[in-house]
């Protein structure tokens, strides 16, 4: 099994709703990364997580809150988030350590935001 | 990690060879020249890496030149399926973390 997979696939939201989305992957993958990107744009690096814990956050605002509650799952809380947070959200892992930088992605999830 | 400079378009046609150039001059010994393509409303899918030799899988080549500073995919038989944005990225080993993505080469294959 050598996929990604991230749920919902599209998703609406208003500004003062809550909502989350979700990947999964069971290639023993101990580390995950969340994408946003922008139409037209490439994907932009949000969260790491490396062995459950985050390791990198770039400086993403705390309206979207990243949770690895388990090593084949990878969460993204949104909450109060503005139309410009529109975007496709990807999920990727990889293998730490093994020297193959190979990153698998999702297919993604397209919020909007009204 | 070494800055890649790619055409931001390029065209093929169907069952021709399709080749990608990609800048790296600032490439360090020790960094890997990795290739993703995305195609449209997909993730961004894996496609070929290398450090100085050629290489070559199921999906394309990579020639890397001696003095390291670019490379080329090659679509051997380029498919409409193959339309997409191409990236190369360089990165050292340990470092999958810092996998940035340039703007890329659109390529379009074309009947």
């Known amino acids: 099994d050598t996929e990604v997979t991230q749920t919902p696939k599209h998703l609406v939201m208003g500004m003062t709703n809550k909502k989350s989305l979700k990947c999964e992957q069971h290639?023993?993958?101990?580390?995950m990364y969340w994408y946003k990107q922008k139409a037209k744009k490439p994907p932009e690096l949000m969260f790491v997580?490396?062995?459950?814990?985050?390791?990198i956050n770039e400086s993403v605002p705390s309206r979207f809150s990243p949770e690895c509650p388990n090593s084949s799952l990878l969460n993204l809380h949104l909450h109060a988030l503005q139309p410009e947070d529109s975007a496709l959200y990807l999920c990727a892992s990889s293998s730490p350590g093994t020297g193959n930088e190979k990153l698998f992605f999702g297919s993604g999830t397209q919020l909007s935001v009204l | 990690d070494a800055k890649t400079t790619q055409p931001p378009s390029m065209d093929c046609a169907e069952g021709r060879a399709a080749n990608l150039p990609c800048n790296h001059s600032?490439?360090?010994?020790?960094?890997?020249v990795y290739w993703y393509r995305q195609i449209h409303s997909q993730g961004p899918q894996y496609i070929i890496h290398?450090?100085?030799n050629n290489e070559t899988n199921e999906m394309a080549s990579l020639i890397i030149t001696e003095d390291r500073k670019s490379s080329t995919l090659i679509l051997p038989h380029a498919t409409l399926r193959d339309t997409a944005v191409y990236y190369c990225?360089?990165?050292?080993?340990?470092?999958?973390?810092?996998?940035?993505f340039g703007t890329g080469t659109r390529l379009q294959v074309t009947l």
């Open positions: 997580y490396s062995y459950e814990k985050l390791s």
């Open positions: 990225i360089g990165l050292i080993t340990g470092t999958a973390s810092k996998l940035t």
């Open positions: 290398g450090l100085k």
């Open positions: 600032t490439i360090s010994g020790n960094e890997y």
């Open positions: 290639m023993g993958h101990r580390a």
